[in-house]
């Protein structure tokens, strides 16, 4: 079965510029034919930055161009942005296919999922994207509106993670959420608790502590400020809010994301 609908029309983005030494290096590991080009910022006494001898043989070993640049060049390419004296040109990022995620989980029955639900902070989501990979979730998927594209500022954010677990991207928050149910996921939100429930209790049955993450599971999560929409919450097999002490409004979601995540690790390794 295809999905179109999840198949970006172009599906490659523009190339843009990546920074960061830890982004850099990954992203040449991870695949150096996205890489075209690496530049090292010269300080104000036009010396080269320390600590790039790794970036440096991992380039040149692959027959990427490498040169240095002052600091007008650097405003240039990436304006303010915290480059730690590296930038490189990254030829283009390449959305996965749900199709593919299928493939690659067809005889397992373990696998876990992110949605993002209009995450539009680049640091957020950078940093979810981390996460993701450290706790080994299948694929993220991503709105292909009201979300943070991927860009320098998500590859520096991540510590270069980007790459290292598929990015799907689709076009209607329904459609994928009913796609996953025909493949065996379950869907759990994961949302902060209603005001009438944390009157009565401030920790209410089914929070994420009680929640029984089972079988194939689809980890939903929401925008910064207003969390998951009402409709994706309807479509929720399961509802299952952090417990929060009086005072506290909400969680940013990185942080949100992070506690889900590593809840769900934590019940496969018992």
């Known amino acids: 079965m295809s999905y179109p609908y999840i198949m970006k029309k172009f599906n490659q983005s523009r190339g843009f510029y990546i920074y960061g030494k830890n982004a850099v290096e990954e992203s040449i590991i991870a695949d150096p034919s996205k890489i075209a080009e690496v530049f090292f910022v010269q300080d104000e006494k036009g010396k080269s930055i320390k600590g790039v001898d790794e970036?440096?043989?991992?380039?040149?070993?692959?027959?990427?161009?490498?040169?240095?640049i002052d600091g007008k060049k650097q405003q240039r390419l990436v304006g303010d942005a915290h480059t730690q004296g590296v930038i490189a040109y990254y030829t283009g990022f390449s959305y996965s296919h749900f199709s593919d995620l299928l493939e690659n989980i067809a005889d397992r029955q373990d696998s876990c999922v992110l949605v993002l639900d209009g995450v539009e902070d680049?640091?957020?989501f950078g940093a979810i994207i981390r996460t993701a990979v450290a706790v080994g979730v299948d694929a993220v998927f991503v709105s292909d509106f009201h979300q943070a594209p991927v860009s320098g500022g998500t590859f520096k954010t991540s510590a270069g993670t980007i790459g290292?677990?598929?990015?799907?991207?689709?076009?209607?928050?329904?459609?994928?959420?009913?796609?996953?149910?025909?493949?065996?996921?379950?869907?759990?939100?994961?949302d902060m608790p209603d005001e009438e429930s944390e009157k009565a209790n401030p920790y209410p049955a089914g929070n994420i502590w009680q929640q029984k993450f089972d079988g194939r599971c689809a980890i939903i999560v929401g925008g910064e400020g207003k969390g998951i929409s009402q409709k994706a919450k309807e479509k929720?097999?399961?509802i299952a809010?952090?417990?929060?002490?009086?005072g506290v409004e909400s969680l940013n979601v990185s942080v949100a994301t992070a506690v889900a995540l590593y809840e769900w690790k934590r019940q496969q390794m018992c």
Do not use: H
Request: with cysteine.
């Open 122 to 124: 680049v640091q957020n």
């Open 164 to 190: 290292k677990v598929p990015i799907i991207q689709f076009a209607g928050m329904g459609q994928v959420m009913e796609d996953l149910k025909k493949n065996d996921f379950w869907l759990y939100g994961v």
């Open 236 to 238: 929720c097999d399961f």
């Open 55 to 68: 970036i440096v043989s991992t380039a040149k070993s692959n027959g990427i161009r490498m040169q240095t």
């Open 241 to 246: 809010p952090i417990p929060m002490t009086s």
